[in-house]
């Protein structure tokens, strides 16, 4: 996440999947990945967003229901950057949250972008893991291990208000 870019529309849309998804009684993560300096906003980024930065390493890992967004700059790739989270970065994750997402506007110009979500699915549910997207100006990708949360998140976006013809199942 690029200090830029702090109070921007996706971030507006990440606010709102963090706080429908705490509604389901999750605890709600967020590993912003910081680019540039952020010169103490990050504390602010987190209050906008209603969630918490992820614990260090040596803390205890959180108990109950937990969700992770994963804020790269740009998206889903091949491969890890400071720009870039992967599939296999994300399953990694899953180990210990329910339910991980991340924003993702990694898309190649000249292709289909259905069928990029398509590729990313796919490889999520190679790895044993389940997969949606929503498909907007703001395109995120929802992941977990379990279908059924899976599920229960989708119908609690739905009940929100989204249109079901913005997900985009594997």
């Not at 009684?25 to 910081?34: A, I, K, N, R, T």
């Not at 993702?104 to 259905?114: K, W």
């Not at 929503?134 to 989708?154: D, G, M, T, W």
């Amino acid at each position: 996440m690029n200090p830029q870019w702090f109070g921007d529309s996706f971030d507006i849309v990440k606010r709102f999947f963090i706080g429908n998804i705490r509604e389901m009684g999750y605890q709600v993560f967020v590993d912003p990945m910081f680019t540039d300096e952020w010169d103490g906003l990050e504390n602010k980024f987190y209050n906008f967003l209603g969630a918490v930065p992820l614990p260090l390493e040596n803390l205890a890992t959180p108990s109950g229901k937990t969700a992770l967004l994963l804020d790269p700059d740009t998206g889903i790739g091949p491969k890890t950057t400071k720009k870039h989270v992967t599939v296999s970065m994300i399953i990694k994750c899953l180990q210990e949250h329910e339910i991980v997402f991340s924003f993702d506007q990694s898309f190649s110009r000249g292709s289909n972008a259905l069928e990029q979500m398509g590729k990313k699915l796919s490889l999520l549910k190679k790895e044993g893991a389940v997969g949606f997207y929503y498909n907007s100006h703001a395109r995120f990708l929802f992941s977990s291990k379990s279908p059924e949360v899976l599920a229960n998140l989708k119908r609690h976006l739905v009940t929100a208000g989204l249109p079901e013809k913005r997900f985009i199942n594997q």
